[in-house]
């Protein structure tokens, strides 16, 4: 009870930090006093093969809902969570959730779906990671190849042994492992050489326009071609439009995600989103 009030009090004079504080500063704020899962939540975005239209996997894609302020992106909380030093039990958190939605998703399908999870850099190097992932999924029942990690590339870069030893690591457990944004970062080619990726996301300022855009065709078909040539599965990000889609099918690109198949959803409603392809395969199959 004391929790509830504390939190109602700090509602009401909230309006009054906003105005006089950055908002750097009140974010950091709640940041730190947010217990994770009280304002965090864990939204889910569909990857399809690209050909047959069939779900492949989610990706796990966190939200912060700031009692003032509203939705916060990811794109703003997450640097700031590495900045505080609390990306890694946030990580965890996300992991957690992640392998418990798991057993959920396997009902409402039938079957069961792959997902991958975003990781910071920051905490790629914290000590047996692996196995405390490892550890995690097997304590949910997850199969370790249900789950795909997916780096920055920008983020690797530091340490590149110590990271080079960690893919290693997870891939010999059996977890899947994706380069994300993949062509907005440095030094592409060499990482692709050295690093055991097993996917590759290429990024959506690459997607953007790719039926009219002859510079980032001719990009898109050369980063498909090599990471088919490595031995790695290629997953398009921001797919908006048939008309992409249609590009990316052409091209030979194996996965696609974007707002054309669903925005990320709350686990509810990527429940019924779900539901709703195993009514469609059931039908496809019966016909
Ligand atoms: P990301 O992993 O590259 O995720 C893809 C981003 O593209 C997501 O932004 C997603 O909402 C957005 N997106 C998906 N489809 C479309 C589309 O068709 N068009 C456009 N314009 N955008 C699309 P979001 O959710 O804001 O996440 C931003 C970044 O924050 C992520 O980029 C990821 O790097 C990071 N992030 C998100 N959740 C977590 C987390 O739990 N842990 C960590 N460490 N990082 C996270
Ligand atoms: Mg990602
Ligand atoms: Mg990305
Ligand atoms: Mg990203």
Redo the contacts with the bound molecule.
Sequence with gaps: YAAKEQRNSYRLFAPHWTETLPRQLVLENGLRATALDGELE??Y?PQMDCRSGRLVGL?????WNHPVLGLI???EF?PM?EEIGI?AD??EW?LENVCRQHVRWEEVLGYPVKVA????AR?LHRPHLPERIRQLLQRHKVDPSQLEI?I?ESAGLTKAEATIRLLKELRRIGIGTAI??FGTGHSALAYLKKFDFSVL?I??TFIRGLDHDPVNRALVQAIVGMAHALGLKTVA????TEAELERLKQIGCDAV????FS??LPASEMEKFLASIRHRDKDAAEA
């Design positions: 864990v939204f975005q990706e796990a894609l966190t939200r992106s990811p794109q997450i969570a990306i946030m990580d996300v999870v975003n990781l910071s905490q997916e920055t994300d944004d996301k990024d959506k990000e921001g797919v908006e995600q974007g707002y054309l925005q990320p």
